[in-house]
T-cell receptor, first 114, second 110 residues
């Protein structure tokens, strides 16, 4: 069965610190990869996505993610976090051969202290 | 585009009552998804539709839950009878290769 693992349940950082959130998946075929962000009390919003091409993907608000196929990973990074980045971050994987269902990780809560 | 629209945004009901949640997907999207989010279980996929046809309902917790999509612009998720353990935020999402989420319905069953 398809599974998506986010290693960190809760990450606490100070402003200006660098961020890296891990995401690994178990599907061996072609994949579409996503990071979603959920700010407190809000719905999930697409942060960035990877379908093909350059494995380093840049998203909104200075976030980027790198797809490493050999490691089945799609880690999210940001060089310098801000207080406003406090949110929950979800990694999601879709099978590239078919549209439709995404498999979501359990999420990582990021808290940034000013 | 207004995005995915859900109603109501908040619902408080008593145990045993019927609850109906509504969703209007983004126009042109072929897929519609219903999710439930709780602190204990995280984000769970309940059911999804492709071109108004249910594709996978294996996430529907039990027979008390049902979902319909009578046309491309409307879907409902019904819980009958509701129980306190159904309290959660229910999200509708639409899309194809990627999904766009609605604002959610916060359901409280007392």
């Amino acid at each position: 069965a398809q599974s998506v693992s986010q290693h960190n349940h809760h990450v606490i950082l100070s402003e200006a610190a660098s961020l890296e959130l891990g995401c690994n998946y178990s599907y061996g075929g072609t994949v579409n990869l996503f990071w979603y962000v959920q700010y407190p009390g809000q719905h999930l919003q697409l942060l960035l996505k990877y379908f093909s091409g350059d494995p380093l993907v840049k998203g909104i608000k200075g976030f980027e993610a790198e797809f490493i196929k050999s490691k089945f990973s799609f880690n999210l990074r940001k060089p310098s976090v801000q207080w406003s980045d406090t949110a929950e971050y979800f990694c999601a994987v879709g099978r590239g051969s078919t549209l439709g269902r995404l498999y979501f990780g359990r999420g990582t809560q990021l808290t940034v202290w000013p | 585009d207004a995005g995915v629209i859900q109603s109501p945004r908040h619902e408080v009901t008593e145990m045993g009552q019927e609850v109906t949640l509504r969703c209007k997907p983004i126009s042109g999207h072929d897929y519609l998804f219903w999710y439930r989010q709780t602190m204990m279980r995280g984000l769970e996929l309940l059911i999804y539709f492709n071109n108004n046809v249910p594709i996978d309902d294996s996430g529907m917790p039990e027979d008390r839950f049902s979902a319909k999509m009578p046309n491309a612009s409307f879907s409902t998720l019904k819980i009958q009878p509701s129980e306190p353990r159904d309290s959660a935020v229910y999200f509708c999402a639409s899309g194809g290769a990627e999904q766009y989420f609605g604002p959610g319905t916060r359901l409280t069953v007392t």
